[in-house]
């Protein structure tokens, strides 16, 4: 069999290197319009940092994994064809700022029918709104010919920094196609890819609207927890209560869950905003209005939450940080990536700059991507790979990213080399408070009762 991926991003990549790695007799290619993501997936610097993919890529790579910018000869050659083509929100015109700007998606649906001439299976993986599976069969039926297309979705899962370990052992695969024989036989087929290394009772099927509402529904269930728990985190900061105690309390309740209640400047990344203002879009769509202003609000509460970091620094530093200098450390929407769609950073960051800080970036991975977010502030911003050296001469640090290295630097060097008072805000929750209170900073965490010497 062979199958490609037509889009080499977080997605694509990251799946297509896993199902080569897992099934060995099974031809992958995975195809990009842009020259320079591939030349770096078959190079040893991969065009995105994910902990344990080098290695995946490693081990396939001219066995039976490939990367080509010839999407017309890869889609001719292909039994299966994933799509994971970028899918932003509209930037113009109807639904701008929240409905899925579909026109990279539907180039390829019209470039799969117009390079194929046997039978495909084309498999919907970037998430799309509710129904675009429909609209991508109407595409491919329109040609009119003897070649027969069937259109599945299914949705992908994994998370950024831990995509090998997710796409090793998914908590669940999930594979929507039509209740035809067709159907089910392209569904049977995706489901065998799979059976390589999951488990069958870990594949779900279902029809093809459920799996692309379930894509839609799962990553809004997630970012609602982050929103619900940053809601409670600005009671907490107004009385005496401690989110993360009140986030281990409520988390052993088996019912609620521990997972995704670490209280945070904001959630980030490619897919909860978008994902969450589409669902806005689609209800909104269907008359649904009191649905799409509760959905509405986890995006409102993520904007609240990254608003009052800011509010919250001025204040504590005695309402102006023009002229000081504030080190951010991590500028990545998460740790263990260099990715920085969404990532709160920018936003806090523009901010600062907008006071008239002098905002100095660190972060292990991203800086390259940061540059590029931040490219129109010019010189306003530093950037500086050594956190040590960007919190030389600062009167604040603000901890955006947690990553690991950032909870063992030694910050009785970092606290001599500062400006005083020295503050830290810790918009993660990841540092010692106690540790850092004791060396001298006034400590700001998110949720909690700050630590001043003030
Ligand atoms: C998410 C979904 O988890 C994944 O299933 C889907 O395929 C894509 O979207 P991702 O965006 O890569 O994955 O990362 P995730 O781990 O979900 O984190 C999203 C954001 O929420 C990050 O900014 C993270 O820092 C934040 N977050 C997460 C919190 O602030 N608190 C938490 O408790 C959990
Ligand atoms: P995701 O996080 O969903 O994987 P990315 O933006 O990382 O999104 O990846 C999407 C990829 O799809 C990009 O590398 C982009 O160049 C590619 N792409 C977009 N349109 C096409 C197209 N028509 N043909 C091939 N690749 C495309």
């Given at each position: 069999m062979n199958?490609l991926?037509?889009?080499?991003?977080?997605v694509?990549?990251?799946?297509?290197?896993?199902?080569?790695?897992?099934?060995?007799?099974?031809k992958?290619?995975?195809v990009d319009?842009?020259?320079?993501?591939?030349?770096?997936?078959?190079s040893?610097?991969l065009?995105?940092?994910?902990p344990?993919?080098?290695?995946?890529?490693?081990?396939?790579?001219?066995?039976?994994?490939f990367?080509?910018?010839?999407?017309?000869a890869?889609i001719?050659?292909a039994?299966?064809?994933?799509?994971s083509v970028?899918t932003?929100t509209?930037t113009?015109g109807?639904?701008?700022g929240?409905?899925a700007?579909l026109?990279?998606w539907?180039?390829t649906?019209?470039?799969i029918l117009a390079n194929?001439?046997?039978d495909?299976?084309v498999?919907e993986k970037s998430?799309?709104?509710?129904?675009?599976?429909a609209?991508?069969?109407?595409i491919?039926?329109?040609?009119?010919?003897?070649?027969k297309?069937?259109?599945?979705?299914?949705?992908?899962?994994?998370?950024?920094?831990t995509?090998?370990?997710?796409l090793?052992?998914?908590?669940?695969?999930?594979?929507g196609?039509h209740?035809?024989d067709?159907?089910?036989?392209?569904?049977?087929a995706?489901v065998d890819?799979?059976?390589?290394?999951?488990?069958?009772e870990?594949?779900?099927?279902?029809n093809?609207?459920?799996s692309?509402?379930s894509?839609?529904a799962?990553n809004?269930f997630?970012?609602?927890?982050?929103?619900?728990?940053?809601a409670?985190?600005a009671?907490?900061e107004?009385?005496?209560?401690?989110v993360?105690e009140?986030?281990?309390?409520?988390?052993m309740d088996s019912?609620?869950?521990?997972?995704?209640?670490?209280a945070?400047?904001?959630?980030?990344?490619?897919?909860f905003k978008?994902?969450?203002?589409?669902?806005?879009?689609?209800?909104e769509t269907?008359?649904?209005t009191?649905v799409?202003?509760?959905?509405q609000?986890v995006v409102?509460?993520?904007?609240?939450?990254q608003d009052?970091?800011?509010?919250?620094?001025?204040?504590?530093?005695?309402n102006t940080?023009?002229?000081?200098?504030?080190?951010?450390?991590?500028?990545?929407?998460?740790?263990?990536?260099?990715?920085t769609r969404?990532s709160?950073?920018?936003?806090i960051a523009?901010?600062?700059v907008?006071?008239r800080?002098?905002?100095v970036?660190?972060?292990?991975?991203?800086?390259?991507?940061?540059?590029?977010?931040?490219?129109?502030?010019?010189?306003?911003?530093?950037?500086?790979?050594d956190?040590?050296a960007?919190?030389?001469?600062?009167?604040?640090?603000?901890l955006?990213?947690?990553?690991?290295?950032?909870?063992t630097?030694?910050?009785?060097?970092?606290?001599?080399?500062?400006?005083?008072?020295?503050?830290?805000?810790?918009?993660?929750?990841r540092?010692?408070?106690?540790?850092l209170?004791?060396?001298?900073?006034?400590v700001y965490?998110?949720?909690?009762t700050?630590?001043?010497?003030?």
């Amino acid at each position: 069999m062979n199958i490609l991926c037509i889009g080499a991003g977080y997605v694509g990549g990251p799946t297509m290197a896993m199902i080569a790695l897992k099934c060995p007799e099974v031809k992958v290619t995975v195809v990009d319009i842009n020259a320079a993501r591939i030349a770096a997936w078959q190079s040893d610097s991969l065009p995105i940092y994910e902990p344990g993919l080098q290695e995946v890529v490693r081990a396939c790579l001219g066995r039976n994994l490939f990367f080509s910018t010839d999407v017309d000869a890869a889609i001719a050659a292909a039994d299966m064809i994933f799509v994971s083509v970028n899918t932003p929100t509209k930037t113009f015109g109807q639904g701008a700022g929240r409905a899925a700007d579909l026109q990279y998606w539907e180039k390829t649906a019209r470039q799969i029918l117009a390079n194929s001439k046997t039978d495909k299976i084309v498999v919907e993986k970037s998430t799309l709104p509710v129904r675009t599976a429909a609209a991508m069969q109407r595409i491919l039926d329109s040609g009119g010919g003897d070649v027969k297309f069937e259109v599945l979705s299914n949705p992908e899962f994994l998370a950024e920094g831990t995509a090998i370990k997710d796409l090793q052992n998914p908590d669940r695969v999930l594979i929507g196609g039509h209740d035809t024989d067709a159907g089910r036989r392209a569904v049977a087929a995706l489901v065998d890819v799979y059976a390589h290394w999951v488990p069958r009772e870990r594949i779900l099927t279902s029809n093809v609207w459920s799996s692309e509402l379930s894509k839609l529904a799962a990553n809004a269930f997630l970012a609602q927890r982050v929103s619900s728990i940053n809601a409670l985190s600005a009671l907490c900061e107004a009385t005496e209560a401690d989110v993360c105690e009140v986030s281990r309390a409520i988390g052993m309740d088996s019912r609620i869950g521990a997972k995704f209640l670490n209280a945070s400047v904001g959630f980030g990344g490619s897919c909860f905003k978008k994902d969450i203002l589409n669902l806005v879009y689609l209800c909104e769509t269907y008359g649904l209005t009191e649905v799409a202003a509760y959905w509405q609000q986890v995006v409102s509460m993520n904007d609240y939450q990254q608003d009052r970091f800011v509010r919250n620094m001025l204040s504590r530093m005695f309402n102006t940080v023009s002229g000081k200098r504030i080190a951010l450390f991590g500028f990545a929407f998460k740790k263990d990536t260099g990715d920085t769609r969404e990532s709160p950073a920018i936003r806090i960051a523009r901010q600062l700059v907008e006071e008239r800080a002098q905002v100095v970036i660190s972060d292990p991975k991203a800086l390259a991507n940061a540059k590029v977010d931040l490219r129109d502030l010019g010189d306003r911003v530093q950037y500086e790979s050594d956190p040590y050296a960007a919190a030389e001469g600062a009167h604040a640090i603000a901890l955006m990213t947690e990553w690991d290295c950032y909870a063992t630097l030694d910050y009785q060097r970092i606290y001599d080399r500062m400006m005083k008072p020295a503050s830290f805000f810790d918009g993660r929750n990841r540092l010692d408070h106690a540790a850092l209170y004791q060396i001298g900073f006034n400590v700001y965490g998110i949720g909690k009762t700050a630590l001043s010497h003030l």
